[in-house]
RNA sequence: GCUGAAGUGGUGGAAUUGGUAGACACGUUGGACUUAAAAUCCAAUGGUCAGAAAUGGCCGUGCGGGUUCAAGUCCCGCCUUCAGUACCA
C-alpha cells in the first residue's frame, strides 16, 4: 500500500481544506461558540522558525478538538505589521515598508500553511491595512473625547464633563485629571474662550497631549513606554534611554489603575503573569501629608505608607527633578544644590540604577513645619527619591527606612528612635508589624494597625494630609518619531489639538522621501509634502496651502506598536465592517477570547494597554464585555542548541572540544546545520562558510572528529542557531512536528529544541501508517491488524480505545499535551498487540488524533470510508462502562466480614488478588485494625494492599 | 533585596495529586536483515550487591529534619538554578 507519503497526504488536505472553507465561522449559530486566539505575530524578514508555532500548534489542537465537542469556533490569524524593523529595513534600503511587510507576510503565511493550522484566514486582519486602523483611530478618537468620573467608577462622555463645568465649575468634580489642574468655578467656565475651554479639557481627556518627562533614545530616535525600556536600555536594539521634556500624548491608564487590578480576580491567567500586572500597578495604601515651609507659602506634599512614624521625621527629601527644587533652596545653598541638580541631570538612567550604593544629596537650606510637633525639619535633596513616583518628596524617617538611615547616616543627621525597645543603632527597623510606637505623643503604645488609623484622622481633622492610594503605574506615552505607524487623526489649530470628524477616517499614511527625522529633528512625516488637513473639505492637501483659516498641519507622530493590538481580537468578530469595529450582534455573540495563547513577555504590555482599552470601550458602550481574555496560557521560548567552535585566541587555529589543554580560547558560533547530532563538525562547510574560515588549521580529536561545544540560548539568527519549521515538514511532515513539538515537554516551560528526538515521533506515525495498511504491528507479529474489520470490537481493545480517550481529553483540558503523544504511543501498541482491527475502535482512535496530526487522521478516516471533512465528525465519548464492563469484581474480606468489593481488569489472575490479602494481612496495618483504602496489583508481580 | 517557578536516570520528561518512582521518547549497548551503509525490526538499559540463571536484597526524586502503615508529592529549616522586578518611600 506504499510508504507514509506525508508530503503528498498533507498538501492534498490544506487543499481541500483551504477550498472547502472548512475552517470558516459564523456568526450565526446553534451551537455554543467557543473563541480561541493567538497572539498575533509581527512578520519579521526572518521568516519563521520552529520555536513560533510552539502556541499556535497548542491553540490549533484546541481548536480542532472544541469544534469536534460541538462548538462554534473562532479560530483567527493576523498580523501586527505596524513596527520598528520593517521601518528600520526602510532606512537602509529605501525599500518603502509596505513593499517589506507585504512580502514577509506572504511568506509568513506560506509557513502557516504548511503546518495544517485551522485558522479562519477569511477574516485575516493586518494592523497596517488603513481599513483596519481606521478603528484604530476611531478608538483614539474615542478616548480623547472622554473623560474619568471616579464618583460612577466609569468613563463618560466629554460633553457631559462640560455641562457639569457649566453648571457647577470642576471643584465638585472627582474625575482623573492632571496633577495642575486649575480650579474652576462656573461662572469663570462659561466666561472661558473656546481655546481656553479647550486647555481645560485637556487636562481631562483620557489621551491628552502634554509636556512630559519621557524616556528618550537618540539612537531610536523616538521616545519609549516604560515597558519598552529593559534594564535602563531600549527593549529594541539595546541602545541608551534619556529623560527628556517633550510634548507627547498620552493614555491616562492611571484612571483605570484599580479597575485593571480588581479585574484580575474575575480572570483565569497564570498566576506569575497575574503577580507581574499586580507588581507593575504597583498600589500601596498610605497617606498623603502636607508639610508647610518656614517662611514660605509652598507645602511639600510627600505619600507614605507608614504615617504612623511621623515622629520620626528628621529630614525631608526631594527629588532633584521636584519643582519646588530651585524656589525654596537658600541664597547661602544655591551653587550647591545647583551643582548636585546638574550632575544628576547628566547622568543617564543606565548609571543612576547601576550606581545605587553611594549616596549623595544636598541641603536646601529651607525648613519644613512638622504638623504636629511643630519642630523645623531641614529639607534635602537627594535622588534616592524618584521625581516619578508618588508626589516625588518623601517623609524622611531614618529609624524605619533603610535608605532614609543610610542617608542621614552619611550627612550626620539624627536618627530618634520611635520604636519601643528596637536597637537602631545598626540600621533601619522597618518590620511594621513587629513593633510598638514610642516618642510619639499620642501614639505612643499604639501599633502600626491603629496609630496608622490615628495619624490620617487627626491630619484630616487638621487639614494638613489624608488616607490615601497610591499606584506605581504611569500614564502611557503614546506618540513615536516613527513612520511606521497609525498616523493620529490630529490637526493644529493655533497649537491646539483637534480632531479630523471620523467620517473622514481612514487617514491614512503619506508618502514620504525618506524614513529618516528632518534635519530640524522632526519626525518622519516632517518630510511629507501632503500632510495639512482642510477642514472645509474635509481631506488631506499640501502643506503649502496651510493656512490661518482652513488649512492645518497634521500631527507629525504616529502611535505605537501597542495601538494596532489592543482591541484586534474584537476586529476579528466582524472584519470588514466599515460602519463599526464590529456589529453589536457580532459582539454579542462572541463576547470575549475563550482561550488566548501568547509568550508572557507582553505581561505589561500589550495585556495590560488592552484591558485599559477594553474597560474603556465597555464603558463608552461599544463592548459587551470589560475583559479581552477569560483565560490565558503562555508558551514557553523553545530554545536553540547553539555551536560553537574554539579558536586559539589570535590564531587560525581550531581546536576540537576534547583537545583544549588550558589554552585561551575564543568561542565562534558555527552555524548548527554543520553539525550532526554526535556535535561533530563538518569541516569542510564551515571552512567554505567564510572566506577568513578558508585556511584555517583544525585540530580535531583522536579518532579524526572536531568536536564542537554546545549551549543553550535564544534562537536567534545571530547565533546561526535557528532550525527553520519548512525543512522539518520536508524532512518528517507538518504531523511530526506539531505532535513532536507537544512532545518535547510542558507547554508553558521553556526548553531547547532538540532535532534528535524527533524520530521517536515520526516513526509512531510511520507505525501507525503501516499498521493500517499492512497490517504488521509494531512487534512484528502478523496479524491482519488495522486493515479494518466490521466485527465487534473485543471488550479489552475498547477497554483500551475508553482509556486512551479519557487521558487525551484530560490532557487537553489541561493543556498538558506532552503527555498525550505518549497516550497514542501506548494506545497503538496495545491496540496492534491485541490484534485489534475493529471500525469501533479504529474510527474513533482517529478522530481522537486528529488535533494533534489532521493531515494523517483525515487520510485514514477518509479511507475508514467516510468521505466528509474529519473536522464535522463527533468526537469520540469516553465512558466509563468500557472501564467497568470489562473488569472483574472481587469480594475483599477483613478480619472475617466481606468489607468492599474490588474492581480489577479480567486478565487479572485469582491467585494475585488472594496473595495480595494474604500480603495484606500480615502487614502493621492489618494488625493495628486499619481498613485498607486502596489495593495495588500488578499481574504476576508484586501485590500491596495499602491502608 | 523582593516576587514567582523549578530541582527526578546519560538526556527531554512521566507519576491517576499521599499509594508499583523513572511511563513515553531520545541516546547507548547487543542482536536480526544487508557484501556494506542507511532504513527497519527485536532485546537490554537508575545504582549497587549476591547468583551460572530464573531471581532476590539493599540504596535511590537537591540537602537536613518531621508527619504517616505509606512521601517525588504534605510540614519545618537550608542549598542551588532559572525567570520577572528593583532606591516605589
Known amino acids: 500500500m506504499g510508504n507514509y507519503d506525508f508530503n503528498s497526504i498533507e498538501s492534498k488536505w490544506q487543499k481541500y481544506w483551504a477550498e472547502h472553507q472548512t475552517f470558516k465561522a459564523s456568526n450565526v449559530s446553534e451551537k455554543p461558540k467557543y473563541y480561541v486566539l493567538d497572539m498575533f505575530p509581527y512578520p519579521s524578514g526572518a521568516g519563521l522558525h520552529v520555536g513560533h508555532p510552539l502556541g499556535y500548534i497548542a491553540s490549533d489542537i484546541f481548536a480542532r478538538y472544541k469544534r469536534h465537542k460541538g462548538f462554534n469556533v473562532l479560530h483567527p490569524q493576523g498580523y501586527d505589521s505596524f513596527g520598528l524593523p520593517a521601518e528600520q529595513y526602510a532606512i537602509q534600503t529605501g525599500q518603502h515598508p509596505r513593499k517589506t511587510t507585504q512580502e514577509n507576510i506572504a511568506r509568513y503565511r506560506e509557513q502557516l500553511d504548511q503546518m495544517g493550522f485551522s485558522f479562519d484566514w477569511s477574516r485575516e486582519v493586518r494592523t497596517s491595512d488603513p481599513a483596519y486602523y481606521k478603528w484604530t483611530q476611531w478608538i483614539f478618537m474615542q478616548l480623547f473625547n472622554s473623560w474619568y468620573d471616579y464618583q460612577q467608577d466609569k468613563a463618560r462622555p466629554i460633553s457631559e464633563l462640560e455641562t457639569i463645568l457649566s453648571s457647577e465649575g470642576n471643584t465638585g468634580v472627582m474625575a482623573a485629571s492632571d496633577n495642575d489642574t486649575p480650579a474652576v468655578t462656573a461662572q469663570q467656565w462659561n466666561d472661558f474662550t473656546s481655546e481656553e ?40 536594539g539595546g541602545y541608551p534611554v534619556v529623560r527628556k521634556k517633550m510634548k507627547q500624548w498620552s493614555m491616562r491608564i492611571t484612571a483605570y489603575a484599580q479597575r485593571l487590578l480588581n479585574g484580575l480576580d474575575t480572570i483565569d ?90 549616596i549623595t544629596g544636598a541641603f536646601t537650606g529651607a525648613y519644613a513645619v512638622h504638623p504636629f510637633t511643630g519642630k523645623p525639619i531641614p529639607v534635602w535633596i537627594g535622588d534616592y527619591v524618584l521625581a516619578g513616583y508618588g508626589t516625588g518628596a518623601v517623609m524622611s524617617v531614618p529609624c524605619g527606612d533603610q535608605r532614609d538611615y543610610d542617608f542621614a547616616r552619611h550627612f550626620n543627621i539624627p536618627i530618634p528612635n520611635i520604636f519601643e525597645g528596637i536597637d537602631i543603632s545598626e540600621g533601619a527597623f522597618s518590620d511594621k508589624d513587629k513593633t510598638v510606637i514610642a516618642n510619639s505623643d499620642f501614639l505612643n503604645g499604639f501599633q502600626y494597625k491603629e496609630a496608622t488609623n490615628k495619624v490620617i484622622e487627626a491630619l484630616e481633622q487638621k487639614g494638613t494630609g489624608k488616607g490615601k492610594v497610591n499606584y506605581r503605574l504611569r500614564d502611557a506615552v503614546f506618540s513615536r518619531q516613527r513612520y511606521w505607524g497609525e498616523p493620529f487623526p490630529v490637526y493644529y489649530k493655533n497649537g491646539l489639538p483637534q480632531l479630523i470628524d471620523e467620517r473622514y477616517l481612514p487617514l491614512t499614511l503619506p508618502e514620504v522621501s525618506a524614513y529618516l527625522p528632518t534635519e530640524d529633528g522632526e519626525p518622519p512625516l516632517g518630510r511629507a509634502d501632503t500632510w495639512a488637513w482642510d477642514s472645509e473639505q474635509n481631506k488631506v492637501v499640501s502643506n503649502e496651502k496651510i493656512d490661518h483659516e482652513t488649512v492645518f498641519p497634521l ?167 535557528v532550525v527553520n519549521p519548512d525543512d522539518i515538514c520536508e524532512r518528517y511532515g507538518a504531523d511530526t512536528l506539531r505532535m513532536y513539538e ?90 496492534g498487540a491485541q490484534g485489534c482491527n475493529s471500525r469501533e475502535v479504529l474510527e474513533p482512535l482517529v478522530v481522537l488524533l486528529s488535533p494533534y496530526a489532521p493531515h494523517i487522521s483525515e487520510e485514514l478516516w477518509q479511507k475508514l470510508g467516510h468521505s466528509e471533512s474529519i473536522s464535522i465528525a463527533a468526537f469520540p465519548k469516553f465512558e466509563e462502562k468500557y472501564l467497568v464492563e470489562h473488569t472483574k469484581e472481587y469480594p475483599i474480606s477483613f478480619n472475617g466480614k466481606t468489607r468492599f468489593t474490588l474492581e480489577l481488569p479480567l486478565d487479572m489472575a485469582k491467585e494475585d488478588i488472594e496473595a495480595a490479602v494474604m500480603a495484606h494481612e500480615k502487614t502493621e496495618n492489618y494488625l493495628a485494625g486499619r481498613a485498607p483504602k486502596k489495593v495495588i496489583v500488578v499481574p504476576g508481580k508484586i501485590v500491596n494492599i495499602v491502608g
Open 555 to 721: 500631527e507629525l507622530n504616529t502611535m505605537p506598536g501597542w495601538a494596532g493590538s489592543s482591541c484586534y481580537m474584537f476586529r476579528y468578530m466582524d472584519p470588514r465592517n466599515d460602519q463599526a469595529l464590529a456589529s453589536q450582534e457580532a459582539m454579542e455573540y462572541w463576547q470575549n477570547v475563550d482561550l488566548y495563547v501568547g509568550g508572557s513577555e507582553h505581561a505589561t504590555g500589550h495585556l495590560l494597554y488592552s484591558r485599559f482599552w477594553v474597560k474603556f470601550l465597555y464603558d463608552r458602550g461599544v463592548l459587551p464585555v470589560d475583559e479581552p481574555f477569560k483565560k490565558l496560557i503562555n508558551q514557553g521560548m523553545i530554545l536553540g542548541e547553539s555551536a560553537f567552535v574554539n579558536r586559539l585566541e589570535g590564531s587560525n587555529t581550531f581546536v576540537s572540544a576534547g583537545m583544549q589543554t588550558g589554552n585561551v580560547m575564543q568561542p565562534i558560533h558555527a552555524d548548527v546545520s554543520f553539525v550532526n547530532h554526535s556535535n561533530e563538525l563538518d569541516i569542510e562547510a564551515f571552512k567554505a562558510w567564510r572566506p577568513e574560515y578558508e585556511d584555517s588549521e583544525f585540530i580535531t580529536e583522536k579518532d579524526g572528529a572536531f568536536k564542537v561545544v554546545r549551549e543553550v540560548e535564544k534562537m536567534s539568527k545571530s547565533k546561526y542557531n
Open 197 to 236: 475651554k479647550q486647555r481645560l479639557l485637556l487636562n481631562y481627556r483620557l489621551t491628552y497631549l502634554a509636556e512630559t518627562e519621557v524616556n528618550w533614545c537618540p539612537q531610536l530616535g523616538t521616545v519609549l513606554a516604560n515597558d519598552e525600556i529593559v534594564n535602563g536600555v531600549s527593549e529594541r
Open 742 to 831: 507537544m512532545f518535547l515537554g510542558p507547554l508553558e516551560q521553556a526548553k531547547p529544541w532538540n532535532t534528535a528526538g524527533i524520530t521517536g515521533v515520526h516513526s509512531f506515525l510511520k507505525k501507525l501508517w503501516k499498521l493500517y495498511h499492512s497490517g504488521i504491528a509494531a512487534d512484528g507479529k502478523q496479524g491482519g491488524v488495522f486493515s479494518v474489520s466490521e466485527e465487534p470490537a473485543s471488550g479489552e481493545s475498547l477497554r483500551i480505545l475508553h482509556k486512551t480517550i479519557n487521558k487525551v481529553e484530560e490532557d487537553i483540558e489541561n493543556f498538558s499535551f506532552n503527555t498525550s503523544v505518549s497516550t497514542f504511543m501506548i494506545a497503538v501498541n496495545e491496540l
Open 269 to 358: 491567567w497564570p498566576q506569575p503573569l497575574k503577580d507581574s500586572q499586580t507588581n507593575w500597578i504597583g498600589r500601596s495604601e498610605g497617606a498623603e501629608v502636607h508639610f508647610k515651609l518656614q517662611h514660605s507659602d509652598h507645602t511639600i506634599s510627600v505619600f507614605t505608607t507608614r504615617p504612623d512614624t511621623i515622629f520620626g521625621v528628621s529630614f525631608m527629601t526631594l527629588a532633584p527633578e521636584h519643582e519646588l527644587v530651585a524656589e525654596i533652596t537658600t541664597a547661602a545653598q544655591k551653587e550647591e544644590v545647583e551643582t548636585y541638580v546638574a550632575a544628576t541631570a547628566k547622568r543617564s538612567e543606565r548609571e543612576r540604577m547601576a550606581d545605587v550604593k553611594s
